[in-house]
């Protein structure tokens, strides 16, 4: 008889203590998540906005002591405003209609159809990623200049056309949509692949037996269901192409097309002085506030959750659609994407690595050809050191920006519906570095940690540092999606066999988000490996990098040298590329 | 009488003349000798202060086989002096030597070194460079600038470049005006997009004219891009028959390479110099001094020349085929200095405008 109470006490002893020590963990990470994802934001994003209220024309941000709402003004009143946000808007559009359908149906076909080769197409579509994208905007205009481009010769001689320009002008803005467009796909692809991957297929199996074809079922249910991952791709992508200058700086300037980034490029690339960090900045800030109003939109848009999650504990395996007549054409598209955007742009990086300077192929150019760019690389004294530190900035970066992603998306997504905002907050704010141009996030950077007590000011560390802060977005937004398609359930399902919070998300969560993390990883070690702008900033002779050499090489007129280690960079991403797939792949056999 | 008087005055003077020649040579070579030995002990002396410093840490974009190369010549000539040296370029180097210094911790740099003057201007706005009047005095160099607070490592001139294989010597434009003329329409031009060559001239005509042939150049439909190599590269490649915007040098490597290219020394020829400075806050400034004059001296010169191409390309020290083209010309030179920068980056930042700078 006394037994029993004491044995109940007891129990509800240990059942208190063991919630709260669950309770502990995960408000302790909670806390340290916010922690670090606000110190890491808040550096550049308070940079920004100081700058841009900086008077700041020959002086650095923290030099100045003028207060001034000049910067704005400037932007804002500027007559030539109106057209560049008119051609930014249609450049963001342009390119996104081009890269995002291509890429969603890319990953459809690749993920969820049963045409052949799918395994190693879906392979190689990443590897344009791993291209620098410079030398990659030279590839298409080989291909598409009006004057020399093999497509516009190749068309003049079979159609008998008389001028000696055209049919196709790359220096134009659909040419320039066009290839941003391309350059696209194999981002978006990894971030909206793995929610293909992991789709419950009960609810298409249904519509099929409602008598819909398959292209219906992908429209009415399909699509539907990616909703969250849909969105926020879309979203990422207006920010990431507002942003990006490697297309606009080669065909845009010619095109006569301004747009916002090459407005930031004139502000920060100034080699008379000083950049011009407050226009800079305010430009980014109204970047800023259109990556809030559409983090708002997302938020309102994606509110009810639990209707877009997929995978429960009921026991999944998506099926592979058999598409019939339309396999061939599909397979077709496939291929003919790989060659454009891989296997172009990669033979004529090795063809630049073969020659002293670039020439079209001709016998000439045939006489020419050595290899004599990859012995010189290594004649450099800081070559293998510069290899090291890019692997281990690709791992450590990567590492770490998927441990922070994996643990802000699921506060993000588990937490939503609690009172405290926290949900919010670290969704919007996680997504902010994007919205900041790399250089003032370099410049933040030493700002800061030059004072800093820890001396990690001029190691590798500070650049890991900064990418890991500039790449969070990608990575959260990425496993933010992926996860909302695991149902609850089966994290409920593991608690309430009182397995602890932290052994649930490592044995339950994780394992379900696998093929998404392995993406992200891959996806930031790659542009890991490319980063130049805070590399530049913040890189010393013990911290060179890949990149950082590369772009020395290409200014000083090496353009052999540059393009062989562009070679051997591009190896080095295929390797961890293929790491990552041959690990999927084991891991995939074990599970079936 | 008056004939035999006029003659002994002759005889006179013709017996002093060589006399008061050979004592102005005596004392002129004495003179020389002196100066060369008060310069040769003031850089005895110098070298003796740098070797007791053993390191020079220098910053700057030059390929880091250059150096590679001065360290061996100097280990053989001046040995005990061992170079450091970092590849990057100066903006960012500026940036960070400026918030480095600002936080009390100077950066631990000797020598900057940048492609142009300009890039170094906030150093100089900044006082953070120190004078040396040695480079002039001791190692005779006539680049010096600001105040004695630069040295002229070498040049770049921007000329015109065209295609050999597009364009004939003769058809090629003999001058700026002719890049306007019609049968340059149409994505035959391909022109650097920070417009440095219309900015320096500029300074020579004036804002106005510059201007004003410039926005007539880029209705020529030419090629915009960013970066002199991409420009030379599409030149070399035969995507465009002229080039504006990279320098004389490259199109010299690329010609002995095989590229079918040249350059016209047009005039008014713009050439930018690249300099070096020796830091305030130097932990080696003996042997910033010392290296940052040797690199100027003819022996400095040749290495670098033997390795790029780049040279002193005007000027007392000039070498190589760039300055014999130059010299073979002789074009109006319109040469960055500390005079001259202040107007570039003013008209360069008007011409930006064009292309979509705000301000």
Redesign the interface.
Known sequence: MNIAPSAAAKNVQLRSWSIARKLSVRSLTLGLTLLIVTYLVLIPLFMLLYASIKST??K?P??STVITLGNYT??LT?P??AS?FLNTFLFTAGSLAVGLPLAILMAWLLERTAIPARRWIATLILVPMTIPS?LSA?AW?QLL????GLINVVLRAVLGWSGD?GPFDI?TLSGMCFVQGLRLVPSAYLMIAASFRAMDPSLEEQSAMAGRGAAQTTLRITLPIMRPALLAMLIYYIIVVIESFDIP??LG??ARI??LS??I???T????????YG?ASALGAMVLAVALLLMWIYQRLTAHQERFATITGKGYRPRQIDLGAWTAPATALCVVYVALAVVLPFLVLAWTSLQ?????PSA?SLA?VSLEGYFRIW????VVRALWNTMVLALVTSAATILLAVLVSWFVVRRRKAADGLSHYLATVSFLPQCVPSIVI??AF??VY??FPIPIYGTLWIIALAMTTRYLAYSSRTMTSALMQVHGELEEASQMARAPWARTLRRITMPLLAPAMINVFFWVAVHAMQELSMA??L???ETVVVS?MIW?M??????AEAAALGVILILLSALLLLGGQVFLYLRRSSDS | MLNARSYMKSARTVAIAPIIFGLLVWASAGYAQEKGRSGGDAMAQLYAAAKKEGTVVIWGPTDAIIYQRMQAALDKQYPGIKIEHFESIPEPLVQRIIAESQAGKPAAVDIIQSGSLRALRPLIDRDMLAPYSGWEKDFGLDAVYAGQRFVGAYNLTLPIAYNTKMVSAQEAPKSWEELAEPKWKGRKLIIEARLVPFAMLGTEWGKGKATELTKKILAQQPIIVQGGTTVANALAGGQVSIAIGTYAYTIERLKKQGAAVDWVPVSPLPVLTSAVGVLKTARHPNGARFFAGWMGTAEGQNIRYATTGQANEVGRTAIGAVAERIKAAQPAIILETDKTFATILEIQRELGKMLGALR
């Open positions: 024309e020959d650095l923290f030099e400037a932007v500027n030539t405003m560049i410079l030279i205009i200049d009006p004057r020399i320009t220096y700086g080669l300037f010619t301004r747009v090459t407005a490029y004139w502000a690339h100034s080699e008379v002085g000083l950049p011009d226009l002293p300077f670039y020439a079209v000439d020419r004649q450099e004294s800081t370099g410049l030493i700002f030059v004072r530049l900033m890189y010393n002779p950082t020395s290409w200014q000083n007129g090496r353009t």
